[in-house]
């Protein structure tokens, strides 16, 4: 006969959710207590595929760190904010675990509360033919260039009144 397993104490139940997981055990990297360097954390938090990518993020200016720009040496701890333009777009994170080896998917989003704003709109475009329904016709064309702002010349002045000085008119 089998037996059920024995009820958690009251401190290993605490224990079960206390943010990120813990690492070592089950694949996952150590968690640090010691400050990382941002280009490592970038990269352990899956930020950027390669840490090549993390650095020369940092070195162009990117990357800031409470409001100032960061270096790729620079060290990153618990509670601090890294803003940054990723290859996802923009991220603002907040840092609430520090590691500096790449990990499993779960385990980089525990390394981090993102604060990002929500991508803008996207916008589809003003003009859609159906696939296939051939050359637009002159009217759809004129129709096309009116939604554009185009109205068909190419910038120069072609007014008639002979104070604006047309080519044409010679008197």
Known sequence: ??????????????????????????????????????????????????????????????????????????????GDRVEGRTPGGLRVLQVLALADRRGPAAFARGLFLDQSPPPPPRVGPAFARDRGAGRPTKADRRALDRLRGD?????????????????????
Do not use: Y
């Open 1 to 78: 006969m089998r037996r059920a397993p024995a009820p958690p104490d009251d401190d290993e139940a605490d224990d079960a959710d206390d943010g990120p997981p813990r690492g070592g055990a089950g694949g996952h990297p150590p968690l640090l207590s010691a400050p990382v360097r941002i280009d490592k954390w970038l990269w352990a938090a899956r930020c950027f595929k390669t840490r090549s990518q993390a650095t020369a993020a940092c070195t162009g200016g990117h990357i800031s760190l409470n409001g100032g720009l960061a270096r790729p040496a620079a060290k990153v701890k618990v």
């Open 151 to 171: 109205d068909g010349f190419d910038g120069a002045d072609a007014g008639g009144d002979p104070a604006e000085g047309a080519w044409w008119w010679d008197d």
